[in-house]
């Protein structure tokens, strides 16, 4: 794979910078250069690397042949409109938002060689300063081309992720957004509610249960707040699911039917088994 | 601390496993015998010299002057008076039962120096093969003496535990239940409900967020339906509590509020920011 001239990593955090490091440490691209709001975190992107040069202001992506959109969707959504005119409309452009469906439908109007990726890598950590080489090796990454989109840039987009280590599924952005709302942002919406349970005094006798359950609720509060707007229709359906389902167990405790209760506990102790 | 002539630890499984190697580590006991269902746990114990000798019949535990109960609550209240005819009325006594309200009444009555325990260091794995050493150091152990406790028993208690590592507190049985309804009961509801709430065909998608919120419902299910129900109050109401925290993300992404939904969701961060 010919490496790309020039890369342009607009958001310059955890996911952007762990994968600018990807792309020179692959030998992806042969100039780096990346776009924050923080002058903080592209200090930080320079110091580690990541990026050869850094701006507050999106024409530094002027002349890049490959365009990354590492921000919150809403964000990226946002700025769009105005790199169609720093970059060509040969670029190879991608972003690593959270859900799919609008993005995809706003970016692939706007950018010829556009399609949509979603590396499963995330963490409740956020900034560059948490980034590192390698992050995506052995994650999972979904691409989400649709009928418009142009065959060599998804080959290209795929190669990307491919030489980072994660293994890529093609999706339609609309199964991306149902599939992400059970596996990621419904287990978001649990531990969130999960913490917001317990009485401050108890706090102090968190073991591992608790703390694993609801590690991700650490994650940043506007971020989330925001991908759970972007795929309120798909999360509405799955929050009543759970629901259903904490009603099941509270009923079979309220019944005192423990062979009632021992059913579903076995059942999804069996569902938990078959993730690997 | 002199050390027991005799344990006898009712139950070899992961936790009176572990706790028979750290008697042994810390030369608690001269003597430590095992009983168990299976042969092949005893077997088992034996192999890793948690326990000398060990048996199916509980007579084995003649003369023992140290008597532990790791076994579900239920099993527990079921064989504790056979054992009240088998050891003598100055045998120490305790049990590392998840819940101690009823188990508390129980053994009281039946044992002059009897003192609960519970040590914080449970996991979804079950068995005397996950058993290891120093599985309690660094971790929190609640103590549930009542003013009927013998002070000599409790402090005997006390000590055996922070031999193995473990910080001990003195809690009510009442105020343990409460506090573990809510930081490993209700995790554990939410666990089991989440991975409910997954379709099969979606597990393969399944990343590190959704992993850790249900690592927990991979625990035996039949224990804990037992466990839900010894503390069923407690676990009831706060079952109610989870499902108004969980209506009210709801009604914010229903209404598309995003700084309501900010709001709830920052102020779970910051709780959980909290927990060391």
Redesign the interface.
């Known amino acids: 794979m010919k490496p790309f001239q020039k890369a342009a990593i607009i958001g310059t955090g955890f996911i952007g910078g762990s994968l600018a490091l990807d792309l020179r440490k692959y030998g992806l691209a042969k100039e780096i250069v990346g776009v924050s709001r923080h002058t903080k975190s592209l200090e930080r992107a320079k110091k580690i690397c990541a990026i050869d040069s850094g701006s507050l202001d999106l024409n530094i992506a002027n002349g890049a042949d490959l365009l990354i959109f590492s921000a919150p969707v809403n964000v990226i959504i946002d700025l769009a409109p105005r790199l169609t005119k720093i970059v060509s409309k040969n670029c190879i452009v991608t972003d690593v938002g959270s859900t799919k469906e609008s993005i995809v439908k706003s970016l692939e109007r706007l950018f010829p060689k556009y399609i949509g990726s979603h590396p ?4 409740e950590k956020r900034g560059v300063q948490y980034a590192h080489k390698d992050l995506f090796k052995n ?2 990454c ?1 691409l989400t081309p649709t009928r418009k989109s142009d065959k060599r840039a998804l080959k290209l987009v795929e190669r990307i992720w491919k030489k980072s280590g994660a293994k890529t599924i093609l999706l339609t952005p609309q199964l991306h957004d149902e ?1 992400l709302a ?3 942002h ?15 005094n ?21 971020l ?3 991908i ?2 972007s795929n ?1 229709k798909n ?2 359906e ?2 009543a ?3 259903n ?3 099941l ?2 009923s079979a ?2 019944n ?1 039917d ?1 062979q009632r ?2 059913e ?6 069996n ?6």
């Open positions: 499963l890598a995330g963490s994650s999972l979904i599939i059970v596996i990621s419904l287990p978001h919406i649990a531990a969130f509610s999960l913490i917001a349970s317990v009485p401050d108890f706090l102090k006798f968190a073991s591992g249960g608790l703390k694993d359950t609801t590690r991700i609720a650490g994650s940043d509060s506007e989330w707040a925001q759970f707007l309120r999360l509405l799955n929050i699911i759970l629901q389902n904490i009603s167990i509270k405790i309220k005192n423990i209760l021992s579903i506990l076995e059942k999804a102790k569902k938990r088994g078959r993730i690997r």
